[in-house]
């Protein structure tokens, strides 16, 4: 039996930073601001009536979470409304965007992205995650790997065991 035999880790040894966009998810509570519940007869806003009811509104609710405003009915609502709203939303949440859930979910991470530090992936070879619990937009890939192209030696997807090449330095 042969002894002094070392097993080494070549995934560790290659040198791979691995970045797994799960951690860039939004961890605060995600609530829908629904327009819906302010409109006239279910159809229109009217502004008086809207502008009493947003007043009377609990912001507090909102406090530190990140806000979907939207509007789930069939109406022509008009530009001034979401600006309103976003009058009272923007002092307690933590972040407001017009749209969905996903689309709120997709800018959270664009800003999460936005805000690394690019210079420490520096003449890197990075791979970008590509499994996980949590599904992350396409788009969260499309803006990792141009946030990173100017820095980075190279860049991969998937596993660290397993990549598919997408960008090497020349």
């Known amino acids: ?15 791979l930073v691995t970045l ?8 605060e509570t995600i609530k829908v601001f629904d327009l819906k519940d302010y409109l006239f007869r279910g159809l229109i ?4 009536d809207f502008r009493e009811t947003l007043k ?8 530190n979470m990140n806000v979907a405003v939207v509007c789930s009915a069939e109406a022509i609502i008009p530009v001034w409304a979401y600006m309103l709203a976003a009058t009272y939303l923007q002092p307690v949440a ?3 965007v017009l749209g969905n859930e996903e689309k709120l979910i ?8 936005n ?7 520096r003449d890197k070879r990075v791979v970008v995650k590509g499994c996980g619990e949590t599904p ?3 788009s969260a890939y499309l803006k990792i790997t141009t946030r990173l192209l100017p820095y980075v030696k190279s860049i991969m997807y998937g596993e660290p065991c397993s990549t598919v090449p997408v960008y090497k330095k020349r």
């Open 45 to 48: 806003i009217r502004e008086k």
């Open 136 to 138: 992350i937009p396409d």
């Open 56 to 63: 009377n509104t609990n912001w507090q609710d909102f406090e």
């Open 1 to 15: 039996m042969e002894t002094g035999t070392m097993i080494v880790n070549r995934v560790e040894a290659s040198g």
């Open 115 to 121: 805000a690394i530090n690019a210079e420490e992936y």
């Open 106 to 113: 997709e800018s959270i991470l664009q800003q999460n992205i």
């Open 20 to 27: 797994n966009l799960e951690d860039f998810y939004p961890k």
């Open 94 to 96: 933590k972040n407001v």
